[in-house]
């Protein structure tokens, strides 16, 4: 123990012959083998992003669920779209209402329509709908 007060060592002395000595540690400089190889994979995954918009025109009442249709969304590129594009089994699936993530539960899409389970809600006019279908493929 230090007293920096003083700058002098203070040592508390023990008389007993039971008292355990640490041997002192050195450091000491190991040879480290070399490091794995980096393996560069062979093929890129690349993803697939399709967007589709839909501003409700009048409220939904989903009390007994909702069909729309791939008619009533627009495309990223502002075209209307005629059908979903669905990556299965390398993809999924989001559907965001006012802009929140749904549960995969509460919805079906199929290359022609979007399907909301039936739920005690309304979709009031105005609101957004957005299905966002992600796909993967390797190159």
Known sequence: MVNFRNQRKIEQECECEDRFIWPRIKASTIPLEDPPPVVEPSRNIIPTVNRYFNIVTSDIDLT???TLSASQFWKDNGNQATEFIIFNPNGYVNLY????MQEGGIYTLTPTTLT???S?????SGTPIIIESIGFSTQ
């Not at 209402?97 to 929140?100: C, D, G, K, P, Q």
């Open 97 to 100: 209402i006012n802009a929140v």
């Open 120 to 124: 005690n809600s309304t979709i009031y």
């Open 64 to 66: 007994n669920g909702a």
């Open 116 to 118: 909301l389970s039936p």
